[in-house]
């Protein structure tokens, strides 16, 4: 799992069957380099790729979730679409104390 920050929503004009109505998130991953950053809002995009995330658990903007990118993905589904990464987790607090060689 990955932590990443909200930073939008995706509108699709053109759905699969199966995935019309639902939300999709733009997440701006977070990173060693940047996470403490992210949260202290300092630095709202990553460097990394922006990955566009299926959510069904209500993420909004400015959120910080945890998302599962890859096959795992579509593990929830019976039938599995074709999506590369899912909303799995709302973040309501993040503590982080860094190590004496950081």
Known sequence: MKLGKVIGRVTLSVATPGLEGARWLLVSPFSRGNYLDSMAGEKQLSAE?????????????????????????????????????????????????????E
């Open 49 to 101: 790729p922006t990955p566009v995330v299926y959510d069904n658990l209500g993420g909004g903007v400015h959120d910080i979730i945890g998302y599962i990118e890859g096959r795992e993905a579509a593990s929830p589904f019976v039938t599995p679409p074709p999506i590369d990464a899912i909303n799995a987790a709302l973040i309501d607090k993040f503590f982080y104390t860094p190590s004496e060689s």
